[in-house]
């Protein structure tokens, strides 16, 4: 009896000492998932916090539950417009916040249609920064000036006065979030029909300073001014330098045909402009911008983890939006749901069928473009009509 007994002990305890070993794998399962889970949750809230000027992952959770509405700004209307802006970044010398690429781009998902308009730099336009006129690429740069934190609401403004229609988000990123993305995606392919050289811009020749061009050419810029008799005369003089950390190789190449372009390259190639021309660099820009979103959301980059991880990397410190968590999620979404979106692109540029002209150069403000008839009347009108009209809209592009 006793004996029997000690073994129905000795039982129960070999029992109870296996359940009690499932539940503690079960605990450490649960507790690895959940440790998991908050670094996800940590990893997540903190590059929300980093790039969206909205945060709160919260209010985005909140947003995602069933039953709530989530349109996007201009959703209901049909057409979201997106502020893309392009810079050095925040204290890079040779240009830092001053805004290099500005373009929109418009989106319309039932009409699987988007549009991209490229705007010059030059643009010369209120600045409500300043209180006064000035060089739209100088918008974004003053208004994040002493903490103020206003460079995207400015911007969307200013661009919304232009085209004529509510800017309902803005995209702000550096070169160094551009060379990391496309790298994180790799790389982007295009096709060059004729070799590619910018031999002037990345290696060219400006008034010394005590931080970029800092390399002596041995050669002078001279600013002239003019007698009330009419003759001029040298007013300063000024010692012209180059950087002496030189950009894209100072001579930069592309072959012709098709090859697959690293970030640093991609760079390269949307900054070049000396050769060509403002314009001509914004076309490149907006086929770049085409060519990343392609790689993007393609079925590798999807399905591979380290690649996601590698573009979420690149985006923490060198990129900012006020697009919230819950409406990049939804701009996703719709975007994917968009099989070969016909694309629409279009550059402001000094010619009567570019809406701008150049005026003559002032002391005060240098080289500028201003809309032909001095208001954006036209450039309103073209933006509201970007889009053709098709036969499924039957004659309205609504």
């Not at 988007?114 to 060089?135: C, H, T």
């Amino acid at each position: 009896m006793s004996l029997f007994g000690k073994k129905s002990i000795s039982g129960l305890e070999s029992v109870a000492s296996k359940k009690g070993g499932k539940k503690k794998i079960i605990f450490i399962v649960l507790g690895i998932l959940l440790l998991i889970g908050g670094v996800i949750f940590w990893k997540t809230g903190g590059l929300l916090n980093k790039i969206s000027t909205q945060g709160g992952i919260f209010s985005s959770i909140a947003k995602s539950l069933p039953g709530v509405e989530n349109n996007l700004k201009g959703e209901k209307e049909g057409r979201i417009n997106i502020l893309l802006l392009g810079m050095r970044g925040e204290n890079v010398p040779g240009g830092g916040t001053l805004a290099d690429t500005i373009m929109v781009a418009s989106i319309k998902p039932a009409d699987n249609k988007v549009a991209f308009l490229s705007i010059p730099r030059d643009l010369y336009v209120d600045n409500p920064n300043l209180g006064a006129k000035s060089k739209i690429n100088a918008v974004y740069a003053l208004g994040q000036q002493d903490g103020k934190n206003a460079g995207i609401s400015s911007m969307k403004e200013v661009v919304g006065k232009i085209v004529g229609q509510e800017i309902h988000y803005a995209v702000v990123i550096n070169f160094k979030g551009f060379t990391d993305l496309i790298d994180a995606v790799g790389g982007i392919e295009v096709n060059l029909e004729k070799p590619f050289e910018e031999a002037m811009q990345f290696n060219e020749e400006k008034v010394c300073d005590s931080y970029t061009f800092t390399k002596s050419t041995g050669n002078f810029e001279y600013k002239y001014h003019t007698r009330k008799d009419g003759s001029k005369y040298i007013a300063a003089t000024y010692k012209l330098c180059t950087n002496p950390n030189v950009e894209c190789g100072g001579d930069f190449k592309l072959p012709a045909g098709t090859q697959t372009l690293s970030g640093e390259k991609a760079l390269c190639y949307a900054r070049s402009r000396v050769t060509s021309s403002d314009f001509q660099r914004a076309r490149r820009q907006q086929m770049i911008i085409q060519k990343i979103k392609e790689k993007a959301v393609s079925i590798g980059t999807l399905t591979d983890f380290e690649k996601i991880s590698a573009v979420f990397n690149a985006l923490g410190d060198n990129l900012k939006t006020d697009l919230a968590l819950w409406e990049m999620k939804k701009l996703y979404e719709l975007e994917k749901n968009m099989q070969s979106p016909e694309i629409i692109q279009k550059v402001l540029e000094n010619s009567q069928e570019g809406f701008l002209y150049n005026p003559p150069e002032t002391k005060e403000a240098g080289y500028i473009l201003l809309p032909i008839g001095d208001n954006y009347g036209t450039i309103s009108q073209m933006f509201d009509g970007i889009f053709p009209v098709t036969a499924a809209t039957n004659g309205k592009d609504e």
